[in-house]
């Protein structure tokens, strides 16, 4: 499984990053979107793979070795949130510079 | 302990004062002269109560904590020669408090100069009283930096904006160069305490690197002081106005370099390299500034070169290492200061009577301004050293030490030559400065009839004058004791026997005076005609000129130097500079990993072909998603959310909920909010020509590829190796341990969340509410590309569609089509807000949490708006997202702020259970009402983004260029509704 998912974590980051190197304002979103989900996983798989073990505690059982790596998945979690509004920021930005310019390349003229 | 603290409010009080003095209005003269009056009456007031404190070589220390890790402190120290300081900065700054209230036109901004003037002042006491040498620093630096806006105030004359850069360029990068010195002496002693450093002065003369800090620390002293080859910042200065140069290139900032000498004097002299460098650079800056000051028709250039040369005097003094040269330095610090200030002064008086400062357009002016011309008499004939005043004294003391034997005959002869050549040219620019501008014919080319200044204006310069004449004629009682004690601070135990009579006997020194005066008087004859001629430039002395040197120096480093960089590395394209971040983050990512990477070690979990099979799917909506985002926006969209749904998948997979919860709503939001976007983005056609793609085009895209894989292959690479190794001990264990005893909840990411790392939570939600925020701003000027104003393609078929059937209204068909989904949406409102409440509530316990209910809420709200449309909903719905975020910062903050109440640190959480009726047990904590603003927050900010972006469609679009611009109003909305 760890074959899959890191295999899994380097094509997202391979589009993502061929995307973003391209001249489309579009491109550049979706491509920093991918990076995005690639990084996310790369970040969570840090605390290793766990099947069954939420770190959502028994109360009589808290040894550590019963549960998920709980402090990747906090940093996830502000980080799709956090994600989500980058996203939004620079589709307005994209679509601004789409109506000021006249053109959607990146440099703003082609 | 009392005693000591008043040593910071001496330091502080000028600046507070600063602060209020800029507050006044613009032409409050006399105010701001009764603010600045009465506080530098004031401090001189403090400094002198603090004689008897430090007049038998006592030091008052006061010392706050600052880094106490690094083992910085702030230290006031107040001794003898920083005390004498105190008083030259308080005195002379009072006198020239009251002198610029008459300077000062009335149309000039007074409150910034009194301001800067003040600002000044603070600086200059903090580095006479700094006890750190890093302290110290500080103070210098911010000197240059407060003298460069002083010498600028007048910023709309181009003479004062480059005198300003200049002397800020060289004294600022001096001052950087003291600061290294100083952090090298810091080094070697080990301390940056001043008095530790100050009892190391074997220690610091013998270590390897002294060379170093006294070379450096000469850098910073010779800038400030103005000491060959440094010198020719000073004359650029003079355009500062006059008050300023009486202060600053006077009496105090110029005066830091030697003061710096002093201070260390005690452990950097002594050596040869000291006694080479310092003796000869001072000896040249007299000679040289003393020669050139003759030729200057400016009033205040001659005397910025008269000081220049002065300095340079103190200087040789410093440099000769003998106890009775520094007596005689810093009696010269004290004497320079009286009359220069003075002098400059005069000019100042004279500059404003008359209107000129060119000593050939002025003469004669005995008869007009009898009372300014004695003064101005008097203080020349001290900065010329004539006996019964003060300058002859430690000019006295200069040329007994320079007639002292040395072994080295060239020592020996050229201090004594040269320090005679020296006093010959200050007699004769003495006497051109009096001769030239007060006696001879009355002037000629004048615009006004001068005449006598206000009496209050003349006095400072009457009372330096007076202290002039006292100090020459009975020095024993008028400095003797403040000089004694300034003298013991620097030399301790070994502070010499000397003598400051007048009459020391018929000796060489006094034979060298009178050859001084006599000489200077023949000097000025030769020169007589030359000088009144209208060359304009110094003899021998005008090919060597520093400012041109420093102008190459500045346009080679900052414009030539600067363009090649900015050729050879700069580019407007951001795709190059990704692709050079990209290739530098794969090189510095491989670097690490080469040689290491051993056998790569077998999977840990057993492999499960669903999970691959997820994957297969994922890697390809990925793949797709890059092939389709140029021509198929849309398709690219839906792919972005495949992969998505696949990473979700994979967070359930592996024992994350929440990560899933989020990673799901998240991409409802993201989906919504593209395909609002994707409307306002005109649509992409292949064309013949794109598909014919040029070589150059093919050989880019497939460089980007092979950039990209080799980033994706990094990444895959080091995953996989951590996910294979053992997990190390980090800090999840505490979490794990900690998140019920001490956060009272089981969901141990949530409560990680909003309790222990919630400092961190509330920094995100505000990034979060700032970025809405943003976004609502840009959409509010938003101007959409012209292609995309009209109704899209869609909507007008079905218009069309609409129109043509007699039976049918425009908009039936849209919403014939969405019935049933809007139907379901409608009834769904509420069933969401239940689960959004639910997934709040029991975040603590269970996957859940505010990120999740907030944006689980705001997508009921947005699918409202999907189903009815933006305006069915808003008759209904009044919806005040920045409320929403606005309420939620302002929960969080307090329930961290609450903590306080209770003395507990910021964000600390208290909680028990409560039990409910009908609902049950459920957990009370502090934290909920944390996460309940966290709630609030998202919901504010995802709905006003969305918001934001849906109700571009309903405003009347308005074409990019050309068109006036014009507040979107109802009316205007609904009257374009209309015609279309």
């Known amino acids: 499984m760890e074959l899959v998912l890191s295999l899994a974590i380097g094509v997202?980051?391979?589009?993502?990053?061929?995307?973003?190197?391209?001249?489309?304002?579009?491109?550049?979103?979706?491509?920093?979107?991918?990076?995005?989900?690639?990084?996310?996983?790369?970040?969570?798989?840090?605390?290793?793979?766990?099947?069954?073990?939420?770190?959502?505690?028994?109360?009589?059982?808290?040894?550590?070795?019963?549960?998920?790596?709980?402090?990747?998945?906090?940093?996830?979690?502000?980080?799709?949130v956090i994600g989500f509004a980058m996203t939004a920021l620079f589709l307005v930005v994209l679509l601004a510079a789409r109506g000021f310019t006249g053109t959607d390349h990146v440099d703003g003229r082609d | 302990?009392?005693?000591?603290?008043?040593?910071?409010?001496?330091?502080?009080?000028?600046?507070?004062?600063?602060?209020?003095?800029?507050?006044?209005?613009?032409?409050?003269?006399?105010?701001?002269?009764?603010?600045?009056?009465?506080?530098?009456?004031?401090?001189?007031?403090?400094?002198?109560?603090?004689?008897?404190?430090?007049?038998?070589?006592?030091v008052v220390r006061h010392q706050v904590e600052w880094l106490p890790s690094l083992g910085l402190n702030l230290v006031f120290r107040l001794d003898g020669f920083a005390w004498l300081f105190c008083i030259l900065i308080t005195g002379i700054g009072f006198l020239?408090?009251?002198?610029?209230?008459?300077?000062?036109?009335?149309?000039?901004?007074?409150?910034?100069?009194?301001?800067?003037?003040?600002?000044?002042?603070?600086?200059?006491?903090?580095?006479v009283t700094a006890g750190n040498v890093i302290q110290l620093a500080i103070f210098w630096e911010l000197t240059s930096v407060i003298s460069f806006l002083l010498i600028g105030y007048w910023y709309h004359r181009g003479d004062a904006r480059d005198g300003a850069r200049m002397a800020l360029i060289v004294t600022a990068s001096g001052g950087l160069a003291l600061f290294v010195g100083l952090l090298v002496i810091g080094y070697i002693v080990g301390s940056y305490d001043l008095d530790v450093i100050l009892a190391s002065g074997d220690l610091i003369r013998n270590h390897d690197l002294y060379n170093v800090a006294l070379i450096l620390m000469l850098c910073g002293a010779m800038t400030k002081s103005a000491q060959f080859p440094f010198q020719f910042w000073l004359p650029h200065a003079m355009a500062a106005p006059t008050p300023v140069s009486a202060y600053l290139h006077s009496a105090t900032m110029v005066k830091a370099g030697v003061f710096l000498l002093v201070r260390f004097w005690p452990v950097m002299s002594g050596t040869d390299a000291w006694f080479w460098i310092v003796t000869f650079a001072g000896l040249l800056t007299l000679m040289i500034g003393a020669y050139a000051a003759l030729f200057q028709r400016d009033l205040k250039g001659l005397l910025a070169y008269s000081t220049i040369s002065h300095l340079g005097l103190i200087t040789?003094?410093?440099?000769?290492?003998?106890?009775?040269?520094?007596?005689?330095?810093?009696?010269?610090?004290?004497?320079?200061?009286t009359f220069k200030a003075s002098l400059f002064m005069?000019?100042?008086?004279?500059?404003?009577?008359?209107?000129?400062?060119?000593?050939?357009?002025?003469?004669?002016?005995?008869?007009?301004?009898?009372?300014t011309a004695t003064l101005a008499l008097i203080a020349s004939a001290a900065m010329a050293g004539v006996p019964l005043l003060n300058g002859f004294l430690s000019k006295e003391m200069f040329f007994t030490e320079t007639a002292e034997f040395d072994p080295n005959m060239f020592v020996n002869l050229a201090l004594p030559i040269g320090a005679t050549i020296a006093g010959m040219f200050s007699v004769a620019y003495s006497l051109r400065f009096v001769h030239g501008v007060f006696f001879g014919p009355p002037p000629e080319k004048l615009d006004r009839v001068p005449h006598e200044p206000p009496a209050l204006m003349r006095r400072p310069i009457e009372l330096l004058v007076l202290i002039c004449l006292a100090v020459g004629i009975i020095p024993g009682i008028t400095i003797g004791p403040y000089l004694a004690a300034a003298v013991v601070s620097i030399l301790g135990d070994e502070a010499p026997y000397y003598s400051l009579s007048v009459w020391h006997g018929f000796n060489l020194p006094l034979i060298m005076s009178i050859v001084a005066l006599v000489g200077g008087g023949l000097l000025y004859m030769a020169f007589y005609r030359y000088l009144n001629s209208n060359r304009d430039s110094t003899p021998l002395l005008h090919r060597f000129r520093g400012q041109r040197i420093f102008e190459k120096v500045l346009v080679t480093v900052t414009w030539r130097w600067a363009r090649t960089l900015i050729g050879v590395f700069g580019t407007r394209r951001?795709?190059?500079?990704?692709?050079?971040?990209?290739?530098?983050?794969?090189?510095?990512?491989?670097?690490?990993?080469?040689?290491?990477?051993?056998?790569?070690?077998?999977?840990?979990?057993?492999?499960?072909?669903?999970?691959?099979?997820?994957?297969?799917?994922?890697?390809?909506?990925?793949?797709?998603?890059?092939?389709?985002?140029?021509?198929?926006?849309?398709?690219?969209?839906?792919l972005l959310g495949g992969a998505g749904l696949v990473t979700c998948m994979t967070f359930v997979w592996f024992s994350a909920p929440d990560l899933a919860l989020t990673q799901l709503v998240v991409e409802i939001a993201t989906t919504v909010l593209i395909l609002l976007g994707l409307r306002w983005l005109p649509q992409r056609q292949p064309t013949p020509t794109m598909d014919a793609a040029g070589v150059r085009d093919r050989v880019r895209r497939y460089r980007d590829m092979i950039v990209a894989a080799a980033a994706g292959l990094g990444l895959a690479l080091v995953s996989y190796l951590v996910m294979t190794?053992?997990?190390?001990?980090?800090?999840?264990?505490?979490?794990?341990?900690?998140?019920?005893?001490?956060?009272?909840?089981?969901?141990?990411?949530?409560?990680?969340?909003?309790?222990?790392?919630?400092?961190?939570?509330?920094?995100?939600?505000?990034?979060?509410?700032?970025?809405?925020?943003?976004?609502?701003?840009?959409?509010?000027?938003?101007?959409?590309?012209?292609?995309?104003?009209?109704?899209?393609?869609?909507?007008?078929?079905?218009?069309?569609?609409?129109?043509?059937r007699p039976e049918r209204n425009p908009g039936d068909t849209i919403a014939a089509y969405l019935l049933v989904p809007s139907q379901i949406m409608q009834w769904l409102f509420p069933v969401i807000i239940v689960v959004a409440i639910y997934l709040f509530m029991r975040g603590h316990d269970l996957p859940g949490g505010g990120f999740v209910g907030g944006l689980t809420l705001s997508i009921a709200f947005i699918l409202q708006y999907m189903a009815g449309g933006t305006r069915w909903v808003e008759d209904r719905l009044r919806i005040l997202p920045v409320i929403w975020i606005g309420s939620g910062l302002a929960i969080a903050l307090l329930t961290g702020a609450g903590s306080w109440l209770f003395g507990y640190p910021f964000l600390t959480t208290h909680f028990q259970y409560a039990d409910i009726p009908l609902?049950?047990?459920?957990?009370?904590?502090?934290?909920?009402?944390f996460d309940l603003g966290v709630f609030l927050l998202v919901v504010g900010s995802t709905v006003l983004i969305l918001i934001a972006l849906a109700h571009q469609s309903i405003r009347s679009p308005r074409a990019s260029r050309g068109v006036r611009r014009k507040p979107a109003t109802a009316a205007s909305v609904t009257s374009t509704e209309k015609a279309s």
Not at chain 2, 8 to 34: D, G, M, Y
Not at chain 2, 347 to 359: C, K, L, P, S, W
Not at chain 2, 919 to 929: D, E, M, N, S, Y
């Open chain 2, 725 to 804: 190794r053992p997990a190390v001990d980090g800090i999840s264990n505490f979490f794990v341990e900690h998140a019920y005893s001490q956060g009272g909840g089981t969901n141990v990411v949530n409560v990680m969340l909003v309790d222990f790392r919630a400092f961190d939570t509330f920094g995100e939600i505000a990034v979060l509410g700032v970025v809405a925020l943003t976004v609502f701003s840009l959409l509010r000027r938003f101007r959409p590309a012209s292609e995309s104003i009209g109704k899209p393609q869609q909507q007008l078929v079905q218009n069309a569609f609409d129109k043509d």
């Open chain 2, 919 to 929: 609902i049950g047990r459920i957990p009370l904590a502090t934290a909920l009402l």
């Open chain 1, 12 to 80: 997202l980051t391979a589009s993502g990053v061929y995307l973003v190197l391209r001249p489309r304002t579009f491109q550049v979103i979706i491509g920093l979107s991918l990076i995005s989900y690639g990084v996310n996983l790369f970040i969570f798989s840090m605390g290793r793979l766990r099947v069954g073990a939420a770190p959502i505690l028994d109360r009589t059982d808290t040894d550590p070795a019963s549960y998920a790596d709980p402090v990747p998945q906090a940093l996830v979690l502000t980080a799709i």
């Open chain 2, 574 to 638: 951001l795709q190059p500079q990704l692709l050079i971040i990209f290739a530098l983050a794969i090189v510095t990512g491989a670097l690490p990993l080469w040689n290491r990477i051993g056998t790569l070690a077998v999977p840990i979990t057993a492999f499960d072909p669903v999970f691959a099979m997820t994957w297969l799917v994922g890697g390809a909506c990925a793949l797709a998603a890059a092939y389709q985002a140029k021509f198929h926006r849309f398709a690219a969209m839906i």
């Open chain 2, 316 to 337: 040789t003094l410093l440099g000769m290492s003998t106890p009775l040269a520094l007596v005689a330095a810093i009696f010269h610090i004290a004497n320079h200061a």
């Open chain 2, 1 to 58: 302990m009392l005693s000591s603290l008043i040593l910071i409010i001496i330091v502080a009080a000028p600046f507070v004062t600063a602060l209020v003095a800029a507050s006044f209005p613009a032409n409050a003269r006399n105010a701001e002269a009764w603010l600045s009056g009465f506080l530098t009456l004031g401090l001189l007031a403090l400094t002198i109560a603090f004689y008897p404190q430090i007049a038998n070589g006592g």
């Open chain 2, 96 to 127: 020239v408090v009251l002198y610029t209230r008459y300077y000062m036109s009335p149309k000039d901004p007074v409150p910034r100069f009194f301001a800067f003037l003040l600002a000044f002042m603070g600086a200059m006491l903090g580095l």
């Open chain 2, 346 to 371: 005069a000019a100042g008086i004279i500059d404003h009577e008359t209107g000129t400062r060119d000593i050939r357009r002025l003469s004669g002016l005995y008869r007009f301004m009898p009372f």
